[in-house]
């Protein structure tokens, strides 16, 4: 049972240019979430989705997209990387949505050049 | 929206003594406050949580408080160890889509 599963784990990006990281789950959860970690900042809402089909901006969309075609996948786009972008990108789900426990991916570490 | 103030930022605590981190909440319609564990180069785990129907819940070393008049809630660690060393943060939810996180607190516990 792998969880949650994201790619990549490191990507370095010259500002400008695009990406996509995905997230995987096999634990059938409803609801998924892209969250950024900045030092100092917590956890911060980027974009989340209810079910198939479904998206929702969270916190701080600005400058990302996101899609679910698939119910046990959750992509976070970037279509015109800034510096202000670097960051630690998590990727979670959840069964019932913000009140059951969110399992998280391992991460990804984005450097925007 | 809901907002997550949690202090310290940062915690040093000598093996064995105990730990306390504290949260505020602003929403009062927020009703699940979960606490989740990062260790270096981790993912965030849930360690412990609470519902707003009970004002206390404890599992082994770790406890969390909830007082709803205050909208703050706690987490206290006692015999801390040097594996209790992360990153903690604190959360809340209204029962919505979201959660809301603090912005952590790195505990240190000195051998």
């Known amino acids: 049972n792998a969880g949650v599963t994201q790619t990549p784990k490191f990507r370095v990006l010259k500002t400008g240019q695009s990406m996509t990281l995905l997230c995987a789950q096999d634990m059938n959860h409803e609801y998924m979430y892209w969250y950024r970690q900045d030092p100092g900042m917590g956890l911060r809402l980027i974009h989340y989705?209810?079910?198939?089909?479904?998206?929702a901006k969270g916190e701080v969309p600005d400058g990302y997209n996101v899609s679910r075609l698939k119910k046990q996948n959750f992509l976070l786009g970037l279509e015109s990387a800034a510096p202000s972008q670097t960051s630690v990108y998590f990727c979670?789900?959840?069964?019932?949505?913000?009140?059951?426990?969110?399992?998280f991916g391992q991460g990804t570490r984005l450097t925007v050049v | 929206g809901e907002n997550v103030e949690q202090h310290p930022s940062t915690l040093s605590v000598q093996e064995g003594d105990s730990a306390v981190i504290k949260c505020t909440y602003s929403d009062s319609a927020s009703n699940y406050f979960p606490w989740y564990k990062q260790e270096l180069g981790k993912r965030p785990q849930l360690i412990i949580d609470?519902?707003?129907?009970?004002g206390e819940k404890k599992d082994q070393r770790i406890a969390v408080t909830l007082n709803k008049t205050a909208k703050h809630f706690s987490l206290h660690i006692t015999e801390t160890q040097p594996e209790d060393s992360a990153v903690y943060f604190c959360?809340?939810?209204?029962?919505?889509?979201?959660?809301?996180f603090g912005g952590g607190t790195r505990l240190m516990v000195k051998p």
């Open positions: 959360a809340a939810s209204n029962a919505g889509n979201m959660l809301t």
């Open positions: 989705s209810v079910g198939e089909g479904t998206t």
């Open positions: 979670a789900s959840s069964s019932r949505g913000g009140n059951t426990e969110a399992f």
């Open positions: 609470i519902r707003s129907n009970v």
